[in-house]
């Protein structure tokens, strides 16, 4: 956890300890280099009023940040952790490092659609928009659609500023952009497609215990449908997965079974079991 200089937890320096390591401590190479700082919403600042608490793990953060983001030269521990008066620092200048910010910045959504006077109910936002005719200038209202299932697309940097984000910090991050949310078939692809894959994980385990593991193609289907009705993104992938695969696992083995074939009614009944279990916890 990155926090102000003087308190428990890593300095703001130690973000360039593991870009020197890298680059086996070549200064020269490492001040060329790129530093992605993931979990930027996680320093926002907690509240609009300073004077309750020190949030020195939040805006403490952001101000620290600024002078290794405007391009100086900063002195960096070359094993990391925190500072001493006897350390020996290696300067780095920060000028042509490329800095890349991201997060997931959880509850932007309504900071964006109170900018865009979006309703509840309604799908879209008055716009004005002066149109000319023959007689003169005239002002209109035109309707803008604005689509509520993506309102990422929309994102300014008043947004950031109201989520918790200093002025100082978004001025230095000139670029702002988003990602879009993954769709069926880029779930379906992470499902199956990567060399360390959920399915081709489950495959190997039951390999090792002599059981040849197969899918019926409809279960992937089902697998991507339940992540995106609950919104779980990629990482619920294996949430369900292992929902489904639970009881198979420690029981196939013992079967003496050669073959297993994960069917689509199975996957429905294992998951529908799952649900009352939480239901009767309830």
């Given at each position: 956890m990155l926090t102000e200089a003087g308190y428990v937890g890593e300095d703001?320096?130690?973000?360039?300890?593991?870009?020197?390591?890298?680059?086996?401590y070549n200064v020269a190479e490492a001040e060329r280099g790129i530093v992605f700082i993931d979990e930027i919403d996680k320093i926002a600042r907690k509240g609009d009023n300073p004077s309750i608490t020190r949030d020195v793990s939040g805006e403490g953060v952001q101000q620290g940040l600024l002078k290794l983001l405007e391009g100086s030269i900063v002195n960096v521990p070359p094993q990391g952790g925190r500072k001493h008066p006897?350390?020996?620092?290696?300067?780095?200048?920060t000028k042509n490092i490329l800095f890349i910010c991201g997060g997931a910045f959880d509850g932007i959504e309504?900071?964006?659609?109170?900018?865009?006077?979006?309703?509840?109910?309604g799908y879209s936002a008055a716009k004005d928009v002066v149109k000319i005719d023959r007689v003169g200038y005239s002002a209109a209202k035109d309707v803008v659609k604005i689509d509520r299932g993506n309102l990422m697309?929309?994102?300014?940097?008043?947004?950031?500023k109201s989520f918790g984000l200093i002025p100082e910090i978004i001025g230095r991050l000139p670029i702002l952009t988003y990602l879009n949310p993954l769709d069926?078939?880029?779930?379906?692809?992470?499902l199956t497609e990567?060399?360390?894959?959920?399915?081709?994980?489950?495959?190997k385990l039951f390999e090792m215990d002599g059981v040849k593991l197969e899918f019926q193609p409809e279960v992937f289907e089902y697998i991507v449908d339940k992540a995106i009705e609950y919104k779980l993104g990629a990482r619920g992938l294996r949430s369900i997965v292992e929902t489904i695969m639970m009881d198979v696992m420690f029981e196939i083995p013992s079967q003496k079974a050669k073959k297993y074939e994960v069917t689509l009614d199975f996957a429905k009944q294992q998951m529908g079991k799952a649900n009352i279990s939480r239901m009767q916890t309830a």
């Amino acid at each position: 956890m990155l926090t102000e200089a003087g308190y428990v937890g890593e300095d703001i320096e130690s973000l360039l300890t593991r870009l020197l390591q890298v680059a086996d401590y070549n200064v020269a190479e490492a001040e060329r280099g790129i530093v992605f700082i993931d979990e930027i919403d996680k320093i926002a600042r907690k509240g609009d009023n300073p004077s309750i608490t020190r949030d020195v793990s939040g805006e403490g953060v952001q101000q620290g940040l600024l002078k290794l983001l405007e391009g100086s030269i900063v002195n960096v521990p070359p094993q990391g952790g925190r500072k001493h008066p006897d350390q020996k620092m290696i300067p780095v200048n920060t000028k042509n490092i490329l800095f890349i910010c991201g997060g997931a910045f959880d509850g932007i959504e309504r900071k964006i659609a109170q900018r865009l006077n979006t309703h509840v109910v309604g799908y879209s936002a008055a716009k004005d928009v002066v149109k000319i005719d023959r007689v003169g200038y005239s002002a209109a209202k035109d309707v803008v659609k604005i689509d509520r299932g993506n309102l990422m697309q929309y994102i300014a940097p008043q947004d950031l500023k109201s989520f918790g984000l200093i002025p100082e910090i978004i001025g230095r991050l000139p670029i702002l952009t988003y990602l879009n949310p993954l769709d069926r078939t880029a779930l379906r692809n992470i499902l199956t497609e990567p060399k360390n894959s959920i399915i081709k994980q489950y495959v190997k385990l039951f390999e090792m215990d002599g059981v040849k593991l197969e899918f019926q193609p409809e279960v992937f289907e089902y697998i991507v449908d339940k992540a995106i009705e609950y919104k779980l993104g990629a990482r619920g992938l294996r949430s369900i997965v292992e929902t489904i695969m639970m009881d198979v696992m420690f029981e196939i083995p013992s079967q003496k079974a050669k073959k297993y074939e994960v069917t689509l009614d199975f996957a429905k009944q294992q998951m529908g079991k799952a649900n009352i279990s939480r239901m009767q916890t309830a």
